[in-house]
């Protein structure tokens, strides 16, 4: 089993640094959308109860950047599943003598490997924004992306078992995803926000993503949040991670087909 794991994480580790235009797009494309997001809003954001409009959107927008790289790379990670339907690796894997839930953890450690690295790379630029996050709040980020990753890993690979083809994959998953990215508190606060907004955020696994990622960049000063609430943040993001993994392990044993 732990062999079968190793091979499949190392086989989409070598898929994604194979495919130079992959690398290329996952790094630039969050770097624009971070540029254009920032300095377009930058001019007329303000957070609730500032009193002098005292946080630039570009700081603001960051932590927001960070959890759509990991929701992104995570979920279009697992496009490799339809495809390896079609090419007829999957069904080989299928039959191979080991466990289907090496089969679900080899993919999705795999995909949660790769949107931790190129989420990391992305953090690297926080001092340009002014955000110098302690080692605590490190680790707390690692933390986030890690359960954030594998979350979303896991929702995306449920889905891919599901789908024939790539271009149903991609309808799908841009529908769930921006809007769940915009109502994760990325681009603007909960706070101020209309109540049915506000309660869809507080819905959105994502929102709890993105508030403990938030909180790392300023851990331990009192913007991170009280450690009760970061705590309450890191039992709802393991929750979700659990809970993903736990149905792409009961839906990898039905039948492929059918």
Request: charged share 10%.
């Amino acid at each position: 089993m732990i062999r079968t794991i190793r091979t499949l994480w190392y086989r989409e580790v070598i898929k994604f640094i194979r495919d130079r235009s992959r690398v290329v797009g996952a790094l630039l494309q969050p770097l624009g959308f971070w540029i254009v997001l920032g300095f377009g809003f930058g001019g007329t954001f303000q957070m609730p109860g500032a009193q002098n409009g005292d946080m630039p959107y570009l700081e603001y927008l960051f932590p927001g950047i960070v959890a759509l790289i990991l929701l992104f790379t995570a979920i279009f990670s697992t496009i490799s599943v339809v495809e390896d339907r079609q090419k007829g690796f999957l069904q080989a894997a299928l039959v191979a003598p080991t466990s289907r839930l090496a089969i679900v953890l080899g993919n999705v450690l795999g995909g949660a490997t790769l949107a931790v690295v190129q989420a990391a790379l992305f953090v690297i630029l926080a001092p340009l924004v002014g955000l110098t996050p302690t080692l605590a709040g490190l680790a707390i980020i690692l933390l986030a992306s890690l359960l954030t990753a594998v979350g979303f890993t896991a929702l995306g690979f449920t889905m891919a078992w599901w789908l024939d083809t790539t271009r149903g994959f991609h309808a799908i998953m841009n529908l769930v995803l921006m809007p769940m990215w915009f109502l994760s508190g990325a681009a603007f606060p909960i706070d101020g926000a209309p109540a049915i907004l506000q309660l869809l955020m507080k819905l959105n696994p994502a929102f709890y993503c993105v508030e403990l990622l938030r909180a790392g960049f300023y851990w331990p000063t009192g913007s991170a949040g009280s450690p009760d609430v970061v705590g309450i943040e890191i039992l709802l993001t393991t929750l979700f991670a659990t809970a993903t993994l736990g149905i792409a392990t009961w839906v990898v044993r039905r039948p492929l087909f059918g």
